[in-house]
């Protein structure tokens, strides 16, 4: 009898605790709410782990909750005075969870695409500076076949003393002869295109700075844009992370790999995807560059968590590995 | 007997004439070589009437070719000896056609692509502009729908201040902290597209003052952007002067014109291509739109011709004579 009753008492004291974005709440065996903290901030709800540690110094002998009791903690909730209050949290919280998505390698992906789009642009707009110029001295443009290098001729050089380089008289080169006003109007176009060369370049340090920062392992062994880029693709250093070393060595092969998945004996697996223009492939023999694409994605994979968990640098070590492995496979 | 013998000295007097790329020949009754005249170069030739004035002058009495010696003068060119020089001639000949051909309206067709293009560059440039500041402050980013004056935004004011303008708080903001480099990356991005939108600007003066020269009549009825996009679509002016006003109307609209030439019951014709983003039929009711398309080309037309040949300027009469037809066609 007096076991039953301390049983029962122990039973009554018992006590249950609740958190959730509104507060921590403490409850007796009925589920009376018999002390409450609420968050005064968004940062207390992150550390809510710190004023749970208290209360449960406080009160002690905290039962757990089963799901029958949640279940009606939960129903306490569905009182219309909270509402107000669960909806304005969760905004707030909301917002900062997305404020603080951006992280460096979100805008590492922005940088990999702007170069890739200025790269698209720039080719664009030099297609046409080499029709629009080519109508003026269509003997250089032919000749020069480096982008760069010819804007900088059209900007920097007269056409004769480009076609004199060729031993051309102006005479005798096909190009019409046009007015200053005409020839000021190519060259104002061919100067903006040199800036956005120069663009280019800008953003490529950026990115460099960028991924050494984000991940320096995976940058000794992959360089700059070809890291950016598998990061790009997995959407996150995050995601990047947690993929396996086979689905790294066929990023940016996907429309390969279903091909070869809908229809196994017609179309063979990829062997790589974004990494075939590293040049530990490029250089490798056509035999042994599926065996490259893989060694080299294992250590991408190894590089990666590494970075993400902010190991320390252990980049030239991998390289080294693979570089040896991959000496014997080498183009002559 | 008599007779005969003179009709026949009068054959035998008779004489021929040959010009070709190499010179201008005179032959005798059997067709030899009694007299040539080298062209020095190929203004000479151009000329060529006047160098025939003066053989003509001196032998007087030439009879005219029939094709049979025709066929019987060319057979003596076809002797090695010609050869070289034949193709010699012909290459300066040609290159110097070549040259020119560049015309104004070569650089017109050049110009006006060059600022299609910088618009669509401009545009992919915005839009990743656009998805990159945006996670640094998306609030502003969203509600400027102008890109030229978001452009501008982004470079000239602060992420604060330009919060503060909206009576937002930084805190409150969905975006992210970004350190003084991203900033600034963002920043080089912006100027450069400024710098594009000016380019364009620029261009778009150079194309006025092309216009104005090659086509004072149709650029005062369809302005600058509309007549060099038709003179672009012809190929040049002339062949843009020798179209029917009806092939102006619907230039631009050549996939709708053969999709009803295919299947004319389903398929009305076109009723305008380039013309519809004239403000001449943009503004008119619905129903009116192909009248007043009619209109506009067949005045075009008019212009087109007059500009070709260098006529007076009656571009203001023209388009006051469509301004007064279309006007009650007007929306309200």
Redesign the interface.
């Known amino acids: 009898m007096i076991n039953e009753f301390s049983m029962l008492r122990k039973k009554m004291s018992g006590k249950y605790m609740f958190s959730n974005i509104l507060g921590c709440f403490v409850l007796d065996n009925n589920l009376n709410v018999i002390d409450m903290h609420v968050w005064k901030n968004s940062q207390e709800y992150a550390d809510k782990e710190k004023v749970e540690e208290k209360l449960k110094k406080k009160y002690k002998k905290f039962l757990e909750l089963n799901d029958k009791k949640e279940d009606k903690i939960l129903q306490m909730f569905h009182d219309q005075k909270y509402f107000e209050q669960f909806h304005k949290r969760n905004v707030v919280y909301a917002?900062q969870k997305?404020?603080?998505?951006?992280?460096k390698d979100?805008?590492l992906i922005?940088?990999v695409?702007?170069i890739d789009?200025l790269d698209?642009?720039i080719n664009?707009?030099v297609r046409?500076l080499r029709?629009?110029y080519g109508?003026?001295n269509p003997e250089t443009t032919r000749k020069i076949q480096d982008n760069e290098k010819f804007v900088e001729l059209v900007l920097k050089k007269g056409k004769k003393e480009l076609l004199g380089e060729m031993g051309i008289s102006s005479d005798?080169?096909?190009?019409?002869?046009?007015s200053k006003?005409?020839v000021s109007?190519i060259k104002?176009?061919a100067k903006?295109i040199i800036?956005?060369f120069s663009?280019r370049e800008?953003?490529k340090d950026?990115l460099d700075?960028l991924m050494d920062e984000i991940c320096p392992n995976m940058t000794a062994l992959t360089g700059t844009l070809i890291g950016a880029k598998l990061i790009e693709k997995a959407g996150s250093l995050e995601r990047l992370m947690g993929f396996p070393a086979s689905t790294i060595q066929i990023i940016g092969a996907e429309k390969a790999l279903f091909r070869h998945m809908r229809n196994k004996s017609k179309n063979l697996p990829p062997k790589y995807g974004i990494l075939h223009e590293h040049p530990f492939i490029s250089n490798v023999k056509y035999e042994f560059k599926g065996k490259a694409a893989r060694q080299l994605a294992d250590k991408i994979a190894i590089a990666v968590k590494v970075d993400y968990f902010k190991g320390k640098f252990v980049g030239k070590e991998l390289r080294e590995k693979i570089e040896k492995q991959i000496k014997k496979w080498q183009k002559k």
Chains 1, 2 share one sequence.
């Open positions: 917002k997305v404020r603080e998505s951006v992280q979100t805008l922005q940088v695409n702007t789009e698209k642009v664009m707009l046409r029709e629009w109508y003026y005798v080169s096909l190009g019409g002869e046009l006003d005409d109007a104002d176009y903006k800036e956005l663009l800008q953003q950026y700075k």
